[in-house]
Each structure stands twice: as C-alpha cells, then as structure tokens.
C-alpha cells in the first residue's frame, strides 16, 4: 500500500562494493557489517541503507578499510520520488526484520519450558535462576541488536518484546520461588528476610 505522499520519505545510502582483489577475509567483513547494519541487498554487491548520520559514518569507515585492502567501494546518496517504490522499500525493509523477530518470538518459548520443567521437579535454585539469566540476557541483546537495525518500525516488534517480557515475569516468579526454596530450609533467615523484598532477600541468604 503507498505511503501518504505527505509523510516525510528517508534518503538511501546507495552502497556498493567489490572485493574480488582484496582478501577471503574483507569479503566476510563487509558481509557481516553490513548484514548488521541491516542493509537491503537490490543485487549482489548492491545494496540500500537508510541515510542515518551514525549509518553513515560506519559505512564510510566500512568502505575506506575495503579500499585499502585493494578492493573498491562507493557510496552514494539517493532519494525515492515514487511513493509507492518507496513504500515497497520500506516494506521490505521491515519485512527483513520481521524474520528477525520472528526467530526470537519462536526461541523465547525453550525459555518458558526451561523454567517451567524445573520448577516441576522443583528445582528453583539459585543456580538455576543465573543461568536463566544468563538466557534472558541473550534474548536483550539481540532483541536490542534488531532494534537497531529496525529503521521503520516494523511489526513484528511488538510480538518480539512481549515474548521477551513474558520470559521476564516467569524468570521473576522462579526467582521468587527460588528464594523462598533457600529461606524455607534455614528458619532463622526465613524471619530476618521475610519483610524484604525478593531480590534483597536473595541477597541476604546468599
């Protein structure tokens, strides 16, 4: 569907680059850059990225290295005039990081069962909660990773966050059931920490 010709449209960053006499090794360095960047492939060794001042700079710095390792780049910048050629862009744009999304919305799920098994054979320990957090931790970074990439808002963002957050709550209720596991089995700091809140708590019978 085109966009409202009243929206303000982005500019591109038209980005090519060949690395047939510069080393095995740039060719991977700038595949890799750029996926992370989430740049849009048009064909091979073409591709699109939003005119952002930060994109900018990093594929400046990107295509200087390619250069002195014997390869040749350029950048250009250009602007879509047709709505709805630019609203395909963007479509798939966001589509990219739909897919991207979609992996963590389809992950977070072995996190819930983790926890859920274990909380079933009763196994809520402290142990258990830092490695769960090392899991969570994981999930933050690369949703933070898509984020980044994610210069049009797209929808599948939102599953992604709440699937994310739903491993949040359920590590917080393990958590708590983890601390009150520990407490239980030593009266005396059952009575010291029971006014504390979870996370001190914890912290107390460590």
């Known amino acids: 569907m085109p966009l409202d010709e009243t929206v303000a449209r982005e500019h591109f960053l038209?980005?090519?680059?060949?690395?047939?006499?510069?080393?095995?090794?740039t060719r991977v360095r700038v595949w890799r850059k750029l996926r992370s960047l989430g740049a849009l492939y048009l064909q091979q060794s073409v591709c699109l990225l939003p005119d952002h001042e930060a994109v900018r700079r990093q594929v400046g710095r990107l295509l200087t290295s390619?250069?002195?390792?014997?390869?040749?780049?350029?950048?250009?910048t250009v602007g879509i005039t047709d709505p709805a050629?630019?609203?395909?862009?963007v479509a798939?744009?966001?589509?990219?990081?739909?897919?991207?999304?979609?992996?963590?919305?389809?992950?977070?799920?072995?996190?819930?069962?983790?926890?859920?098994?274990?909380?079933?054979?009763?196994?809520?320990?402290y142990a258990e909660v830092e490695e769960s957090e090392a899991d969570l931790e994981r999930f933050d970074k690369w949703l933070a990773k898509i984020a980044?990439?994610?210069?049009?808002?797209a929808p599948g963002g939102i599953a992604a966050r709440e699937a994310v957050e739903?491993?949040?709550?359920?590590?917080?209720?393990?958590?708590?059931?983890?601390?009150?596991?520990?407490?239980g089995t030593h009266p005396a700091g059952r009575a010291e920490t029971s006014t504390l809140p979870a996370s001190a708590a914890l912290r107390a019978v460590e």
């Open 66 to 76: 390619v250069r002195a390792d014997g390869g040749t780049a350029r950048q250009l």
């Open 92 to 125: 798939e744009f966001n589509a990219e990081r739909d897919k991207e999304y979609a992996e963590v919305v389809e992950r977070a799920p072995q996190l819930l069962a983790e926890l859920e098994k274990e909380t079933a054979r009763g196994n809520a320990t």
């Open 166 to 183: 739903r491993c949040r709550t359920a590590l917080a209720a393990f958590e708590d059931a983890a601390i009150a596991a520990q407490v």
């Open 85 to 89: 050629e630019y609203a395909h862009l």
């Open 14 to 25: 038209l980005v090519t680059v060949s690395t047939a006499d510069a080393p095995s090794a």
């Open 148 to 153: 980044a990439r994610d210069y049009f808002g």
